[in-house]
């Protein structure tokens, strides 16, 4: 005799275990985020995309470049933007290779006069039974050879920063007035005109009167 016997399927616990609540949120918070993220490009492109696109013309551009040039060749060799602007370049470019030549020369000599002093110190501190090495030192003391050692070194230092800030007022100078040669133009003539006029007395020694008297009017005019 045969008997069939059938025995139902158990369910897979693995498959039908739930997700733990922490993971659950994790993902939606990184589906939240990550749709803030999207949402903040695509209004960034849209605002960029609104925005008026501005295209210079030939003579605009052409401006720009004199007035960058002008500085860059400053920078490159001083006083070749103030001939580059033209003008009165032939007065400021001596006047800038004077400021440098005379900061670059008071420099030499505070750096000498700096290093004999070094060496007359150097030569009392190793032989101190020694009055003096350099003759132009001989009834010099001590105290006042370091004090005039520093006031040398003080001034080196200062010509440095002063070449410096000459060589930066030369492309100063080359920028501010490429622009205003060419970018504000304020006109090419200018007058001054004096009228006379009746004005009345402010309040003091002639208040009294209630009369006007005789000035002047001075007209500013641009053209």
């Not at 860059?72 to 800038?96: D, E, F, H, Y």
């Amino acid at each position: 005799m045969i008997s069939l016997c059938s025995f139902a399927q158990q369910p897979n616990i693995a498959k039908l275990t739930p997700l733990p609540a922490d993971s659950v949120v994790k993902a939606t918070q990184d589906t939240v985020k990550e749709s803030r993220r999207a949402r903040k490009r695509r209004e960034e492109l849209e605002a960029k995309a609104k925005e008026p696109i501005i295209f210079k013309d030939s003579t605009r551009l052409a401006i720009e470049a004199k007035t960058t040039k002008a500085w860059k060749r400053s920078a490159l060799v001083p006083g070749w933007g103030q001939k580059t602007n033209g003008g009165l370049w032939w007065i400021k470019v001596p006047l800038i290779y004077g400021g440098l030549a005379t900061t670059v020369v008071v420099f030499d000599f505070n750096n000498r006069y700096y290093k004999e002093l070094l060496e007359e110190l150097a030569f009392r501190t190793e032989f101190p039974n020694a009055s003096y090495q350099n003759p132009d030192y001989q009834y010099a003391s001590t105290q006042g050879l370091i004090s005039a050692k520093d006031y040398a070194r003080r001034n080196r230092d200062l010509m440095v920063l002063l070449t410096v800030g000459v060589y930066g007022l030369n492309i100063v100078e080359a920028y501010v007035d490429s622009m205003l040669k060419y970018r504000w133009n304020i006109g090419q003539k200018m007058g001054v005109k004096v009228t006379p006029t009746w004005m009345y007395a402010p309040n003091g020694t002639l208040a009294y009167t209630k009369l006007p008297v005789m000035g002047a009017k001075i007209t500013l005019q641009l053209k």
